[in-house]
């Protein structure tokens, strides 16, 4: 039962109940928002008013697109916002804790330090999988939460499904994958499984693949009961009509997108196959994702080197089992050209 996983306090919440939930009916005269009546010249009609508490039209898209009911979507403002909403809505702070697989996405982290929130950690082998030997252990600490980050942000691996699977079954609490960049190999897509799991939480944003990292559209799936519980702590009107319009914009391309991935694909394996030609590279992870993670011979003196150049690359260094990595994502033909010649004069200079 998932009552039982959810913090007291937030059970019992009465949650803001705002204007637009009060009335939905049609009307033509709107006096119960405090809102502004006109818009300012130039500024798109409509915009003096509050968006939609709970997006229906853009979940109906979602929903048709995924092949997931509409009851089982929640829409944050960036995927942010769910990790940090499932701290909140599950985490007694002081008291429960979060197991995450470093080096892995750092917010996980952060939203768990905001909430007063004990991480454990295990770390991930040198192929950057999930070491199964320490899952029973570290599942008896009875974490609440445990992310997943598939593929995995610095790393760009996947964990197997049949590795998903035995946390879900093993964990007491919420498991939460974190699909961020599931869009460049969709196969590996544990979504379907939310309706057999009622533990998990599948997040997925479209800062991604999707291009609209500025609009902040983060998703998550689950149950019903899970999305209705984050339904009731969110802000009430916690994604703004711009990004709703941009969004559905967007989910219209869907075609489009694919194209795109594709090429993202291509220029990864292209810029995979340059990398690995210079003295300086000492190794390229495996990646199912939109960036390389790259071992380089003296990876501060690149990345200050890049930087130099207005290249700016992610160090990642200092992460566990990342020792002189560098992340660095896949840009445009032309943006992965800029980075190649770059690399190539350093190199020449060097020789
Ligand atoms: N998860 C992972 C693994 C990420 O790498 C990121 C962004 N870097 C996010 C979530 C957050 O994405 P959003 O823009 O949807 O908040």
Not at 75 to 87: K, M, T
Not at 184 to 203: D, G, K, R, T
Not at 210 to 217: C, D, E, K, P
Request: one cysteine or more.
């Amino acid at each position: 039962m998932i009552e039982n996983l959810v913090r007291p306090n937030i059970l019992n919440l009465k949650p803001y109940s705002s204007a637009r939930d009060e009335f939905k009916g049609k009307a033509s005269v709107w006096l119960d928002a405090n809102e502004s009546p006109v818009v300012l010249p130039g500024v798109q009609t409509g915009m003096n008013r509050y968006p939609e508490p709970l997006q229906p039209e853009l979940k109906e898209k979602i929903s048709r697109i995924k092949g997931v009911p509409a009851n089982r979507i929640f829409i944050g403002n960036g995927s942010d916002e769910a990790v940090d909403l499932l701290f909140r809505v599950f985490c007694e702070p002081g008291r429960d804790k979060a197991l995450v697989f470093p080096p892995t996405y750092g917010m996980y982290g952060v939203c768990a330090a905001v909430n007063d929130v004990q991480v454990i950690e295990s770390l991930l082998d040198e192929q950057f999988s999930i070491n199964l030997k320490e899952i029973g252990k570290k599942t008896m600490e009875n974490p609440k939460l445990t992310f997943i980050c598939n593929p995995n942000n610095p790393t760009g691996n996947v964990q197997s499904h049949e590795t998903i699977r035995r946390i879900i079954e093993a964990s007491k609490g919420i498991v939460v994958v974190d699909e961020a960049y599931v869009d460049f190999c969709p196969e590996q897509s544990v979504l379907s499984w939310i309706e057999q799991y009622h533990n998990l939480v599948v997040l997925q944003t479209l800062s991604k693949a999707w291009g609209l990292a500025g609009a902040r559209i983060g998703l998550a799936f689950a149950s019903p009961e899970i999305i209705s519980v984050l339904n009731r702590v969110k802000f009430p009107y916690n994604i703004g009509k711009p990004s709703i319009e941009l969004a559905s914009a967007a989910l219209d391309q869907e075609q489009e997108i694919k194209e795109r991935v594709g090429e993202i694909i291509n220029q990864r394996n292209l810029l995979m196959n340059s990398l690995s030609a210079f003295t300086f590279v000492e190794k390229i992870f495996p990646s199912s994702a939109n960036f390389l993670l790259v071992k380089f011979r003296e990876s501060e003196k690149i990345y200050q080197y890049l930087a130099g150049k207005g290249i700016i690359v992610r160090d990642r260094s200092k992460q566990p089992g990342c020792k002189g990595c560098l992340r660095i994502t896949v840009g445009t033909q032309t943006e992965n050209k800029t980075l190649l010649k770059a690399l190539k004069e350093l190199e020449n200079k060097q020789q």
